[in-house]
């Protein structure tokens, strides 16, 4: 064991890296394969997203040199045309070819272990409330409508920008979509899907003139319960706020 220590963290790093000796050595777990797109049932509310406009072409350069993470929003709403460019520009589809549906960020065997929420605060024409991605159809479902900026507050160890963005994503992973293949060593790759996303959703956001601000600190459990997942077979991961910036 190394001077770092041995907790769950490192030993995690040690026991789950490859070594050309014996790669293909290691007793193979088996894991069921997860769908590659979540399901809700029929009667979901769903609002179909609009179309990405041409007006958010920006110099790509420019956005990586300006793009800092800003917590102080006005209390203003976006509007879905703006949200709708934001989840494009995360997990929007690309390019479908054969089975697969390849998005606007790279993921691990193109298996896109990671699932996007929304919570909305503020944005024109959408009721607020904790929103599903429908990535395949380009449209959100509600999954639990109602004001829930104190409880993400609170999620988020106090954070209070939290509650003041109009919007804050939430990633969680589906960890069966990549266990089956990637065995333990899969857990490494969600979280590089999630980094990947979010810078996404960063640049996005400075291309809108938006602020951005990602947040790993927040009490899991409370996160899961407002997405309604179980914190086993589907966790969460990350976060992220965006609002309006003077």
């Not at 602020?211 to 899961?224: L, R």
């Amino acid at each position: 064991m190394t001077d770092l220590g041995a907790g769950i963290g490192i030993r995690y790093l040690l026991e789950t890296r490859y070594d050309r000796d014996d790669l293909g050595g290691q007793p193979r777990e088996h894991f069921s394969r997860a769908p590659a797109f979540k399901e809700y049932p029929p009667d979901t509310r769903r609002v179909k997203l609009p179309a990405v406009a041409e007006q958010f072409k920006a110099d790509f350069w420019a956005l990586v040199k300006e793009r800092r993470s800003l917590r102080d929003y006005l209390d203003r709403p976006l509007s879905l045309v703006e949200l709708a460019g934001l989840l494009w520009a995360t997990q929007g589809v690309t390019l479908t070819y054969r089975n697969f549906a390849f998005r606007a960020v790279p993921s691990a065997g193109a298996l896109y272990p990671v699932e996007t929420y929304v919570a909305v605060h503020q944005v024109t024409g959408l009721d607020p409330g904790i929103w599903h991605f429908q990535v395949r159809e380009f449209g959100l479902e509600l999954v639990n409508p109602g004001d829930w900026r104190r409880e993400l507050v609170a999620a988020g160890l106090n954070q209070s920008f939290l509650g003041t963005a109009a919007v804050v994503f939430i990633w969680s992973g589906i960890l069966r979509r990549s266990l089956w293949k990637y065995r333990q060593r899969a857990i490494r790759y969600l979280f590089l899907d999630a980094g990947q996303i979010c810078q996404n959703l960063h640049l996005a956001a400075t291309a809108l003139e938006l602020g951005c601000c990602p947040v790993g600190a927040f009490f899991d459990g409370e996160v899961e319960r407002l997405l309604q997942i179980d914190g086993q077979e589907e966790v969460a991961l990350y976060l992220a706020a965006v609002g309006r910036v003077g």
